[in-house]
């Protein structure tokens, strides 16, 4: 048994190490213009799609706040590095050092003040108010009483959360969720930023339309870390350079002009899907392997520490392991991990997903496989312990490879439901299956073909690993 | 070789103590056959699976070639090692071949290479006439085939002494004897054995000492002719008169 808690201690000094290692770089307290070079990278974080300021074409991030980013950069003589991560994140984003600066058509507030600074505004703009084409709102004094959609966490948000007049706002993931409710008659009125709101319009110029009426002036500013002046100065030099020699006009209407061909999209979202298979499989594959791992050692414990005192502590602890993960949903374990355990160091989003899956994974293969263990007639350890092998040799090589082939139908079970519950990766940023059809469907401004689209592959995906395990089974039992 | 001294064993279920062995002592020496007979849950099987701890005495002590095995200093896997075990219920390993399960202990505690280790499998099945069924799986064979691979399994691993619990008792009338054959072989090579056994006639022929267990305790110790022509003890008379009647 003494072999067994160093095992179960070695796997989680293993486990932790692997962690660390998946960290490329520690928080710093501030994030020098001397480390960026040694580095030989910088990086940003934005928030897409917003367009034109940061959109995605063939998979790849473009757009004006990408182009000033790169400016930044160029200016350092170092290369770009993007995050796309949801709006609200940004400021944690920065916050914790997981980027050095935020491009993502911020504007400055009160709120935000207080934990970044802000350059020099590249870009001036204000909120407009979008419409459905036969609404008799007229103008903002139209608006009290009515339910009015915007982006979380935008100015319009906050604009809209201090007018007390407005009966109701719905807060949307992304404005064009937004203007799919205004069109489908949920909402009254869609506050958004004159830019995009054009751009919608423009996509949808039968059912919609802008009021002239500028709410608020606002500008656009690049964020940093609040006393990260080293940096904020070369950025607002890098403004002051493109606005004065022209660049900064030419970026924007490059942007502005862009428009998708039909053709185009078919290809953009095929490879939407590409990518969200790709990272959907990644996802559930790694996440399993550290299930079935953690599965294994957990379910050990559980049932050989079981009327051993010295053990006791090992067992309490799987069962915590067991109740809390049981109990609390696999979304906030996601949130807890990427944002919380993981949040001071730069742990790409798809490792804090693949190990918050996993771990999730593991408290439920445990379950199982203690069942499986019991399932094994305990004359089997009592003849592998007689011929003197250890109680870890006869675990590994005669109890386990029963027990697992006993509960194979339940461990099927438990990876189809894997596969379909990392479709809430989507919330920390990564494109996965779920997510791409979700993009394919605000870029589309249809929901039924994308969504029944990625439904088709998860339930390809489903039967087949489920006829897959059959056979292995089948074989297993001859 | 091995010295039993006073050893108790009691279970507790539900809060209520059930005594099982109520002071055991005895001396098995190099060589001897002890047969132990007795009722039905009179604690044979207890006894028997003390000596190798697969259930640890309560109290008392087991000296193994003088070295105590109930302590915490000894290494239980090395000794278990030197006490080969035969189960009622044979215990094959369902998922490895016989080859495997002849294998399996051999090769992992390093006593021989997978190579030597397969040699002896070979040698050990043809003692047993079951070389023929070395790559079938446990569940493709007779009961009496089974036991008999569980026999050389445990002999593959080198024991000193044997203990046999019930190895007969699971087996459908025909196939007993093929079973004692195989036993009856090892005696013959001067083994160390320890049988618990319903089989009075195989008892008789091989046993150099008989104990009688009776709730928990050994109420008689004699050599075969003496323990079943002159018992001292009422309950062994009455419990041999019924053996050799259903036995009839
Ligand atoms: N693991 C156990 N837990 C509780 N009681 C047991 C256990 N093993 C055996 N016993 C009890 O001990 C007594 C003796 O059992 P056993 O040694 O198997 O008898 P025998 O082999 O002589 O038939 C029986 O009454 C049985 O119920
Ligand atoms: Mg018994």
Redesign the pocket.
């Known amino acids: 048994m003494k072999i067994f808690c160093k095992t179960v201690v070695t796997f989680f000094a293993v486990f932790t190490f692997s962690v660390f290692c998946t960290v490329y770089t520690f928080a710093d307290a501030q994030s020098s213009i001397a480390k960026i070079k040694s580095d030989g990278f910088i990086t940003m974080s934005t928030s897409a799609p917003f367009e034109p300021f940061e959109y995605l074409e063939n998979n790849v991030l473009k757009g004006v706040d990408i182009d000033i980013a790169q400016k930044v950069a160029d200016k350092l003589s170092v290369k770009l590095k993007v995050n796309n991560v949801s709006i609200d994140s940004l400021t944690f984003e920065l916050k914790n050092s997981f980027c050095d600066f935020v491009c993502a058509g911020l504007s400055e507030t009160p709120e935000r003040a207080k934990n970044l600074d802000f350059s020099e505004p590249y870009f001036e703009t204000s909120q407009a108010i979008v419409i459905a084409k036969d609404s008799a709102i007229k103008n903002s004094k139209d608006l009290e009483g009515k339910v009015v959609g915007v982006q979380i966490g935008t100015t319009a948000d906050i604009y809209c959360s201090e007018d007390k007049n407005i009966l109701k706002v719905v807060r949307f993931d992304k404005h064009v969720d937004a203007v799919q409710d205004l069109m489908a008659g949920q909402i009254d009125a869609v506050i958004v930023d004159d830019f995009a709101a054009d751009k919608l319009v423009n996509l949808n110029k039968d059912k919609i339309h802008k009021l002239d009426e500028e709410l608020t002036s606002e500008s656009y500013s690049i964020a940093v870390k609040k006393g990260n002046h080293e940096l904020l100065s070369i950025i607002n030099d890098v403004i002051k350079e493109i606005k004065e020699n022209g660049e900064l006009d030419k970026i924007i209407s490059k942007h502005y002009s862009i428009n998708h061909s039909t053709s185009d999209k078919f290809v953009e979202y095929s490879g939407y899907i590409a990518e969200g298979l790709k990272n959907t499989l990644l996802m559930s594959l790694c996440a399993a392997i550290i299930g079935i791992i953690l599965g294994i050692i957990i379910a050990s414990i559980k049932v050989f520490s079981k009327g051993n005192k010295k053990l006791k502590i090992f067992s309490f602890l799987a069962d915590t392991y067991i109740t809390i993960i049981r109990g609390t949903p696999a979304l906030i374990q996601l949130f807890i991990m990427y944002y919380g355990i993981l949040g001071s160091f730069k742990v790409s989003n798809i490792v804090a997903a693949i190990l918050a899956f996993g771990i999730n994974s593991g408290a439920y293969v445990a379950e199982h496989v203690r069942a499986g263990i019991q399932s094994v007639d305990y004359g089997q350890m009592e003849a592998g312990r007689s011929l003197g092998l250890s109680q870890n040799t006869t675990l590994i090589k005669i109890i386990l490879p029963q027990a697992l082939k006993n509960i194979l139908p339940s461990l099927a079970g438990e990876a189809i439901t894997l596969l379909k519950e990392t479709s809430v990766a989507g919330f920390i940023g990564i494109v996965d299956l779920s997510r791409a059809g979700d993009i394919i469907k605000s870029m589309s401004y249809e929901a039924l073909r994308p969504l029944s689209i990625v439904a088709g592959i998860y339930l390809i995906l489903v039967v087949g690993l489920t006829s897959l395990l059959k056979k292995f089974e089948k074989r297993l039992n001859k | 070789m091995i010295r039993i001294n006073d050893i108790h064993?009691s279970?507790?279920?539900n809060g209520k103590r059930?005594r099982?062995?109520k002071g055991i002592t005895t001396h098995i020496k190099r060589g001897e056959k002890v047969v132990v007979i007795?009722?039905?849950?009179?604690?044979?099987?207890?006894?028997?699976?003390c000596l190798n701890l697969l259930?640890p005495p309560t109290s008392g002590q087991i000296l193994f070639e003088g070295e105590d095995i109930t302590s915490n200093k000894c290494d239980i896997n090395k000794t278990r090692r030197k006490i080969g075990m035969v189960f009622q219920k044979f215990n094959l390993f369902p998922h490895l071949t016989v080859k495997q399960n002849i294998m399996l202990a051999p090769v992992h505690l390093k006593l021989k290479s997978p190579a030597e280790a397969e040699i002896e499998a070979v040698d050990l099945l043809k003692k047993v006439g079951l070389e023929k069924k070395i790559n079938n799986y446990p569940n493709q064979l007779s009961g009496g085939q089974q036991q008999r691979i569980a026999i050389i399994r445990a002999l593959a691993v080198h024991p000193e002494v044997m203990l046999f619990?019930?190895p007969t008792s699971a087996l459908d009338p025909e196939m007993v004897g093929e079973v004692l054959n195989v036993m009856r072989e090892l005696a013959s090579t001067g083994m160390t054995m320890f049988v618990?056994t319903h089989e009075m006639n195989f008892a008789k022929e091989i046993a150099t000492r008989i104990l009688f267990?009776n709730e928990?305790s050994i109420i008689e110790d004699k050599p075969p002719m003496e323990f079943f022509t002159q018992p001292t003890h009422c309950r062994v008379k009455e419990f041999l008169s019924k053996v050799w009647l259903s036995s009839r």
């Open positions: 064993k279970y507790f279920i059930t099982v062995l007795g009722p039905s849950g009179s604690g044979k099987s207890t006894f028997l699976r259930e619990d019930e618990v267990i928990g």
